[in-house]
């Protein structure tokens, strides 16, 4: 493939002089990046990333990962700029930073309205996605590894809003996570186990909401940055599945193996 035409400008000469600033400035920007391009030779990974043929007839329906990726920083940059006034604090902090956020943080409101709705946004757009990998028939061989990657984003991404719904510690928060940890308690065999895990230990108090901040901004995100880049990797090394109604008439070719 080849390389866009700004990075392939031919090897300046020695007698060549810059006649103005600008070009200069870009003339040195772009050393900087060859620079840094010979010794990681990374273009080479960027093409292999970027530059990839699609089947034909693909639509809208699949630019619904792409959308729910889009969700996921989203959350992640409003995120970090609450976390820079939230205080996890039963007595007299939590409830406090957050009614101060919405009403004396510059654009707290906004960033916190962003948050929240964004949450109910990516948990919609994650179910599209899910549904047309499923309609589509994509998790079938040789990508099931990715739907199973899949499958563990989504209970990650509802497990965000869970341990998120607590944060503001208002009336509602609070009694719907008792309402939620009490359902988690039930379940067979490991139930008690994560009751006590969430709840960090056998009441529900100041280390619950702690446990769930942590587990909020640093657990769960990280597990799921490194997982969203498991399952591009496994997308670009694949390929996007061609639409169900051109795959009937031109069978996907079998990824080839080598003997040993
Ligand atoms: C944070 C959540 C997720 C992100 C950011 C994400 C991102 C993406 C992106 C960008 C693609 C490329 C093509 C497309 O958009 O359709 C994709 C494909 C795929 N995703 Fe996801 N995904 C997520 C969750 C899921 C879930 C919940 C499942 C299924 C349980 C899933 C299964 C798949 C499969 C099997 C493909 C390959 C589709 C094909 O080749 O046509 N993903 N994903």
Known sequence: MPLPKLLNRPAPTTTQQSPNPVEAATEAGLTVVDWIDERTQISQGLRWMMFRKVPKGINWAYTLGSATMFAFLSQAVTG?????????????????????INDNVF????????????????????FLHMARVFFFGAYK????????????????????????????????????????????????????????????????????????????????????????????????????????????????PVIETVEV
């Open 80 to 100: 970090v700029f609450l976390a820079m006034y939230y205080r996890p604090s039963v007595t007299g902090g939590a409830y406090e930073s957050i009614r101060n």
């Open 141 to 252: 061989y040789p990508r099931e590894l990715t739907w199973i990657i899949g499958v563990v984003l989504l209970i990650l991404t509802l497990a965000m809003g869970f341990t998120g719904y607590l944060l503001p510690f208002d009336q509602r928060s609070y009694w719907a996570t008792i309402v939620g940890v009490n359902i988690n308690n039930t379940a067979p065999f490991l139930g008690p186990y994560i009751g006590d895990f969430l709840r960090g230990g056998p009441e529900f108090g100041a280390t619950t909401l702690s446990r769930f901040y942590a587990i909020h901004m640093m657990l769960i995100p990280g597990l799921m940055a490194a997982l969203i880049g498991f399952h591009l990797y496994l997308i670009m090394k694949l390929g996007i599945s061609a639409p169900p109604w051109l795959k009937a008439h031109e069978p996907e």
């Open 107 to 126: 654009l707290g409101q906004f960033v916190h309205g962003m948050h929240k709705w964004g949450a109910s946004v990516m948990i919609i757009l994650i």
